[in-house]
């Protein structure tokens, strides 16, 4: 049996579907890197809302996906931009997100860290707002019993006048946070208001800025996630850490390599591309805990086309594709987002992501998801 999927131009091709999944199973903690999914949330697709109506979530499904992420060994990064972060998901649901999150990571023994930033802002503000904004939400995030990860802020790129404003805010608030952070460096592909963050375009400045925070307090950094798509730089920055700061690649372009490491290191892992290989990551991962590189890059690197594929340009829309395979494999009911983001991407992006994540074994029930692929389809007018 086949199905016919658009291509690139409209053209419908054959494409026969595998019959079975991989084979994963759960396992033991890992041992050689630590490995946080970003998580998506399930939309309620019975709320009766508009795209600019507060997010209304599915919270069973959303904790039962993280349990999904938990027993693969997984840690969750929790409120982040997978999960609509800023883009659907407002503060006073990123709120509730992490309190639930947190105590469900809790009871079942799961690893959970969550992002901290400034979204209550929603208009112009001052530096003094933004560092208060920061600390009320590491406040509720410390709260919780979860690690916290100091996420970018847009109120703080649009009001820092240089680098010392973040050295500054970033500085007071690491003195302030009980235990180590994350911090996050999310570049401009990922949110366009964040261009110029630690203080200039210049990424070699920027750089030194955000260098500069971490070797100032060493003893409340616990590492830093890097997502700027660019290998070399991450692997530059790797190496300038002071001794016991990890690196979290949050490169979903070059994740095998950087993972892998090199003579000089590696870096551990903070990944929305991990939202959908979550098992097969897992998998990979304990691989690489046996000493057997080459084994973990065959079973990863294949995984990189797709990922390149969801986080395509313009690259903060990979959450549609994110939460279209949840959909696909099981995971939800249905193929709705908070804010209405499943319009944007186009059905040729669906046809090649559910290509390439079942070529992969992503699916549970491979029957299930080439039923639901011609659903979406039919949606579309394409008759099978």
């Given at each position: 049996?086949?199905?016919?999927?658009?291509?690139?131009?409209?053209?419908?091709?054959?494409y026969?579907?595998r019959?079975?999944?991989?084979?994963?199973?759960?396992g033991?903690?890992?041992?050689?890197?630590?490995?946080?999914?970003?998580?998506?949330?399930?939309?309620d697709?019975?709320?009766?809302?508009?795209?600019d109506?507060?997010a209304?979530v599915d919270w069973?499904?959303t904790?039962?996906?993280?349990?999904?992420?938990?027993?693969?060994?997984?840690?969750?990064?929790?409120?982040?931009?997978?999960a609509?972060?800023?883009?659907g998901?407002?503060?006073?649901?990123?709120?509730?997100?992490?309190r639930?999150?947190?105590a469900?990571?809790?009871?079942?023994?799961?690893?959970?860290?969550?992002?901290?930033?400034?979204?209550q802002?929603?208009?112009?503000?001052?530096?003094a707002?933004?560092?208060?904004?920061?600390?009320?939400?590491l406040?509720l995030?410390?709260?919780?019993?979860?690690?916290?990860?100091l996420?970018?802020?847009?109120?703080?790129?649009?009001v820092?006048?240089?680098?010392?404003?973040?050295?500054e805010?970033?500085?007071?608030?690491?003195?302030?946070?009980?235990e180590?952070?994350v911090?996050?460096?999310?570049?401009p592909?990922f949110?366009?208001?964040?261009?110029?963050?630690?203080?200039?375009?210049?990424?070699?400045?920027?750089?030194?800025?955000?260098?500069?925070?971490?070797?100032?307090h060493?003893?409340?950094?616990?590492?830093i996630?890097?997502?700027?798509?660019?290998a070399?730089?991450e692997?530059?920055?790797r190496?300038?850490l002071?001794?016991?700061?990890?690196?979290?690649?949050?490169?979903?372009?070059?994740?095998?390599?950087?993972?892998?490491g090199?003579?000089q290191?590696?870096s551990?892992?903070?990944?929305?591309?991990?939202?959908?290989?979550?098992?097969?990551?897992a998998?990979?991962?304990r691989?690489?805990?046996?000493?057997n590189?080459?084994?973990?890059r065959?079973?990863?690197?294949?995984?990189?086309?797709?990922?390149?594929?969801?986080f395509?340009?313009?690259?903060?829309?990979?959450?549609?594709?994110?939460?279209?395979l949840?959909?696909?494999a099981?995971?939800?009911?249905?193929?709705?987002?908070?804010?209405?983001?499943?319009?944007?991407?186009?059905?040729?992006?669906?046809?090649?992501?559910?290509?390439l994540a079942?070529?992969?074994?992503?699916?549970?029930?491979?029957k299930?998801?080439?039923?639901?692929?011609?659903n979406?389809?039919?949606?579309?007018?394409?008759?099978?």
């Amino acid at each position: 049996m086949t199905i016919q999927l658009p291509d690139s131009s409209g053209a419908l091709r054959a494409y026969e579907p595998r019959r079975e999944p991989l084979a994963v199973i759960s396992g033991t903690p890992f041992t050689s890197r630590t490995v946080f999914s970003a998580a998506h949330v399930v939309a309620d697709p019975f709320a009766d809302t508009s795209p600019d109506s507060a997010a209304a979530v599915d919270w069973d499904a959303t904790l039962a996906f993280r349990r999904h992420l938990w027993s693969h060994g997984l840690g969750v990064a929790e409120a982040m931009d997978t999960a609509q972060r800023g883009m659907g998901l407002d503060w006073a649901g990123a709120a509730e997100l992490i309190r639930r999150s947190a105590a469900e990571a809790q009871a079942v023994g799961g690893r959970i860290a969550c992002g901290v930033g400034t979204d209550q802002l929603t208009g112009p503000a001052s530096l003094a707002d933004v560092q208060a904004a920061y600390e009320e939400q590491l406040a509720l995030v410390e709260a919780s019993g979860a690690q916290a990860i100091l996420m970018a802020s847009r109120a703080l790129a649009a009001v820092a006048k240089g680098p010392e404003d973040y050295l500054e805010v970033y500085g007071h608030l690491l003195r302030q946070a009980s235990e180590p952070v994350v911090l996050h460096w999310l570049g401009p592909m990922f949110d366009p208001a964040l261009e110029g963050y630690w203080g200039s375009s210049d990424l070699d400045a920027a750089t030194d800025t955000f260098l500069d925070v971490v070797a100032a307090h060493p003893d409340k950094v616990d590492g830093i996630k890097v997502s700027l798509l660019e290998a070399q730089r991450e692997i530059d920055i790797r190496r300038r850490l002071p001794q016991g700061v990890r690196c979290y690649t949050g490169d979903d372009f070059n994740y095998p390599e950087l993972i892998a490491g090199d003579e000089q290191g590696f870096s551990h892992a903070l990944l929305g591309i991990f939202d959908p290989l979550g098992p097969l990551a897992a998998e990979a991962v304990r691989v690489l805990d046996t000493g057997n590189t080459a084994g973990f890059r065959e079973l990863l690197d294949p995984t990189v086309e797709l990922s390149r594929h969801l986080f395509q340009p313009p690259t903060r829309f990979y959450k549609t594709g994110v939460v279209f395979l949840a959909w696909l494999a099981g995971h939800q009911t249905h193929f709705t987002m908070v804010g209405g983001l499943q319009s944007a991407r186009s059905l040729p992006h669906f046809a090649r992501a559910y290509q390439l994540a079942d070529g992969l074994g992503l699916f549970p029930d491979p029957k299930l998801a080439e039923e639901r692929m011609k659903n979406l389809l039919a949606l579309y007018g394409v008759t099978q």
